[in-house]
């Protein structure tokens, strides 16, 4: 087993802006499976890009992001080694032949490896679900009906089971729920909503093995679930960078990621819950990511949103977005992937020119993923702060929570084009 050509990436950002150190000999063809973690390039060129830091744990000046290739030996369980050339072929060969019947089957399987590995499905039993799940489960909307907490919360459930993110879990309607149901009608042909309608609801609800799985669920905790690394995050770059990573700051918070849910609905459902090991506790059911081939993504700067399609055009998945701001806009036009980092580090650079790496972690500023653009400075990349997504401004990249930008590192395919409108 030849393990891929080891690669080195570095995010430097100038202010907000970023530059992507790279192995000379990978800047142009990258291979499917550059899943990076935490190393420093020593051999390097520099290609600008752009990230940002999110606002309540901004730092004041220039941050980087540090990375190294996993070795193909090392990722064995999640994907198939290739050599250099066999790489570099398949890159050329992608750009000039659309993908036959094979070729899916086999990026499909890749896909669902690598959301196995990142984002697993998870255990949950249905026994003694407390009054208020239960009424969550056998919700129903009516026509003219308002949109409680109850039925919110089957409505962003059914809108996630059909691979249009919502962002956090909490029952409201809001702004994120209904882009996530204008983007599922966008997807069904139906006609686009500002609220929710019966043409919407029932189909929804048409998949009957969608709809019919429970909302909330009974999960029990494990020693794994509840002996978590946490941290508190300090407020300087300084203090950052002597940490031995950037964890969750508690064992809420990292919960409440895992469930994909808002940590107050977390503690909401759980009054009384001391999340011991052991402890059955009422959460949210993820069910299945999206594990299609991405072929194409459209990120709309005005609904903040952005648009997953296959290689045949079709709207396959839709995630809530932060698309850059008024002082630091997007780009515009079409580009390509040119990189993807797991578990990035960030470097942050002080005005005396003072080097700080900041290490990996969901806490990171880029969170746990960042997809580097063809576009100098511009990439795609996870957030610390899932609850706000959508809600603050950027400086130009897109951001999105950490399990949807780790869904769309698992399926998002090396030729894909990312399109700003």
């Known amino acids: 087993m030849h393990p891929l050509t080891t690669i080195t990436t570095a995010v430097g950002l100038a202010g907000l802006s970023t530059a992507l150190l790279m192995n000379q000999a990978m800047a142009v063809n990258t291979s499917a499976d550059i899943l990076v973690s935490n190393a420093v390039a020593a051999d390097a060129q520099t290609v600008s890009i752009t990230a940002e830091m999110p606002k309540n744990k901004e730092l004041s000046s220039d941050v980087s992001i540090d990375a190294n290739q996993q070795t193909a030996a090392n990722m064995a369980d999640t994907v198939s080694p290739v050599t250099n050339a066999e790489a570099d072929e398949n890159v050329s060969m992608a750009s000039r032949v659309a993908p036959n019947p094979e070729q899916q089957?086999?990026?499909?399987?890749?896909?669902?490896?690598?959301?196995?590995?990142?984002?697993?499905?998870?255990?949950?039993?249905?026994?003694?679900?407390?009054?208020?799940?239960?009424?969550?489960?056998?919700?129903?909307?009516?026509?003219?009906?308002?949109?409680?907490?109850?039925?919110?919360?089957?409505?962003?459930?059914?809108?996630?089971?059909?691979?249009?993110?919502?962002?956090?879990?909490?029952?409201?309607?809001?702004?994120?729920?209904?882009?996530?149901?204008?983007?599922?009608?966008?997807?069904?042909?139906?006609?686009?909503?500002?609220?929710?309608?019966?043409?919407?609801w029932?189909?929804?609800?048409?998949?009957?093995?969608?709809?019919?799985?429970?909302?909330?669920?009974?999960y029990t905790l494990t020693d794994n679930d509840v002996h978590i690394k946490t941290v508190e995050i300090p407020t300087t770059a300084v203090e950052k960078s002597k940490l031995e990573g950037m964890y969750y700051e508690s064992l809420i918070e990292g919960l409440a990621e895992k469930f994909r849910m808002d940590e107050s609905y977390l503690r909401f459902l759980n009054p009384k819950a001391t999340f011991v090991s052991g402890e059955s506790i009422t959460v949210y059911n993820p069910s299945r990511a999206n594990a299609t081939p991405v072929s194409r993504v459209v990120a709309d700067k005005t609904s903040q949103t952005l648009y997953a399609y296959d290689d045949k055009g079709k709207l396959i998945a839709s995630y809530p977005t932060t698309v850059g701001s008024t002082a630091t806009p997007s780009p515009t036009g079409k580009h390509t992937i040119k990189v993807k980092v797991h578990e990035p580090n960030y470097t942050y650079t002080s005005p005396e020119g003072s080097k700080y790496i900041l290490p990996p972690g969901p806490n990171n500023p880029v969170g746990s993923v960042w997809i580097g653009l063809s576009e100098p400075s511009y990439g795609i990349h996870g957030s610390p702060d899932p609850s706000r997504i959508s809600r603050q401004a950027s400086a130009g990249c897109v951001r999105l929570t950490n399990w949807d930008a780790l869904t769309l590192l698992s399926t998002i395919s090396d030729e894909a084009t990312v399109e700003f409108i």
């Not at 029932?202 to 009974?218: D, F, G």
């Open 202 to 218: 029932q189909a929804l609800n048409k998949n009957t093995m969608l709809s019919t799985q429970p909302v909330l669920v009974s």
């Open 105 to 200: 089957l086999m990026n499909s399987r890749k896909s669902t490896r690598l959301l196995n590995k990142f984002l697993p499905v998870i255990p949950y039993h249905t026994e003694n679900l407390p009054a208020i799940a239960q009424h969550v489960n056998n919700a129903s909307w009516k026509n003219g009906g308002k949109i409680n907490r109850v039925i919110g919360a089957k409505l962003q459930a059914l809108l996630n089971w059909h691979q249009h993110g919502v962002g956090t879990v909490d029952g409201y309607w809001g702004k994120n729920t209904r882009k996530a149901m204008q983007a599922f009608q966008k997807a069904q042909g139906l006609k686009v909503t500002q609220s929710l309608d019966e043409a919407t």
